[in-house]
């Protein structure tokens, strides 16, 4: 599977973003699939994941009820809709995916990885 993620830019604190993420390979509905981000400084961190069906997510607790993770099979798009974003937002978001159907919340769970697109947060 190869990915890539676009949709990051420069956005005011309160403000919303969304991230897309285009996968190759015809196992995309198959796979668990999960966004991470990036500080500057700061180690990678788990921000959202989805099951291959996108009827399960989990968000990590900094992101939960302002972040929404989805996914359409039929595009192999995964997708990242921020809201309320913070300056603590600001980060490189990476999209990734693993061969198990479910999501998860740990970077040792997946094997690909797209090259990441930054969002800055501006107070």
């Known amino acids: 599977v190869q990915l890539q993620a676009f949709g990051g830019g420069l956005v005011q604190a309160g403000g919303s973003l969304r991230l897309s993420c285009a996968a190759s390979?015809?196992?995309?509905?198959?796979?668990?699939m999960g966004w991470f981000r990036q500080a500057p400084g700061k180690e990678r961190e788990f921000v959202a994941a989805?099951?291959?069906?996108?009827?399960?997510?989990d968000y990590a607790d900094s992101v939960k009820g302002r972040f929404t993770i989805s996914r359409d099979n039929a595009k192999n798009t995964l997708y990242l809709q921020m809201n309320s974003l913070k300056p603590e937002d600001t980060a490189v978001y990476y999209c990734t995916a693993r061969p198990n159907r479910r999501g998860g919340s740990y970077q040792r769970e997946y094997d690909y990885w797209g090259q990441g697109t930054l969002v800055t947060v501006s107070s």
């Open positions: 989805i099951n291959w069906s996108g009827y399960s997510t």
């Open positions: 390979g015809r196992t995309f509905s198959s796979n668990g």
